[in-house]
T-cell receptor, first 114, second 109 residues
C-alpha cells in the first residue's frame, strides 16, 4: 500500500499565486486532515474532513480551501499565496471511528512563498 | 489557554539516560492520548497510544497519563542516539486531533 501520498514535495510560489496541494490515501480512511508545521509552532490543524462531502475548519483555516468529493482525495487550495503561508504542510488520515485514531501522515510539502 | 501545552526544548541527554517528556492539557473531557515521533524532514509517526490513566509500556517506552492533573508523559529508558527526534504529544478532541508544539530531543553518544 502507498499509504498517504502528497504532491508536490517542494513548491515555490510568488505572492498572489494560487495552487493546490494534493493528498490521496488508499486505506479507505474516513478522516483526513491538513496540518502546517512552522518552527516553534508545532503542528497546527488547517482543515479536516470526517467523510466524503464533509469538511470543517481547524485552528488556522484562513487563506485555505478544501473539498472532499471522494474518500481517497483531500486537496488543499491556497487562494492567493502570502509569505505567511511559507511552511511545511502535512496531510494525514485515519479510520476516524473513535476507536482507532492512529493518524497516518504523508511525507510533507515544503512551500515557500516569495 | 491552548488545549495542549508542551515545552519545545531542545533537550539534550547522554546516551543511556532516562528521558522524560511531558505535556499538559486543558479539557478534562479528553480521552485519547498519543505520542508521535518525527525525524528531521519526515512526517510524524505514532509511537504510543493510550485511553486511560496509568502507565502503558512498549519496549523502552512508557506512556503515562494522569487525568486528575491533566498531565501526560513519555519516558524513554536506555536512550539511544537513534531516539534523537522531535516528540509530539497529541490529544483526540471530539472530532479532531490536536498536537503539542513538540519537544526536540538530542541523545548525545
Amino acid at each position: 500500500n502507498a499509504g498517504v501520498t502528497q504532491t508536490p514535495k517542494f513548491q515555490v510560489l510568488k505572492t498572489g499565486q494560487s495552487m493546490t496541494l494534493q493528498c490521496a490515501q488508499d486505506m479507505n480512511h474516513e478522516y483526513m486532515s491538513w496540518y502546517r508545521q512552522d518552527p516553534g509552532m508545532g503542528l497546527r490543524l488547517i482543515h479536516y474532513s470526517v467523510g466524503a462531502g464533509i469538511t470543517d475548519q481547524g485552528e488556522v483555516p484562513n487563506g485555505y480551501n478544501v473539498s472532499r468529493s471522494t474518500t481517497e482525495d483531500f486537496p488543499l487550495r491556497l487562494l492567493s499565496a502570502a509569505p505567511s503561508q511559507t511552511s511545511v504542510y502535512f496531510c494525514a488520515s485515519s479510520y476516524g471511528d473513535g476507536i482507532n485514531e492512529k493518524l497516518f501522515f504523508g511525507s510533507g510539502t515544503q512551500l515557500s512563498v516569495l | 489557554q491552548k488545549e495542549v501545552e508542551q515545552d519545545p526544548g531542545p533537550l539534550s541527554v547522554p546516551e543511556g539516560a532516562i528521558v522524560s517528556l511531558n505535556c499538559t492539557y486543558s479539557n478534562s473531557a479528553f480521552q485519547y492520548f498519543m505520542w508521535y515521533r518525527q525525524y528531521s524532514r519526515k512526517g510524524p509517526e505514532l509511537l504510543m497510544y493510550t485511553y486511560s490513566s496509568g502507565n502503558k509500556e512498549d519496549g523502552r517506552f512508557t506512556a503515562q497519563v494522569d487525568k486528575s492533573s491533566k498531565y501526560i508523559s513519555l519516558f524513554i529508558r536506555d536512550s539511544q542516539p537513534s531516539d534523537s527526534a522531535t516528540y509530539l504529544c497529541a490529544i483526540f478532541s471530539y472530532d479532531k486531533i490536536i498536537f503539542g508544539k513538540g519537544t526536540r530531543l538530542h541523545i548525545l553518544p
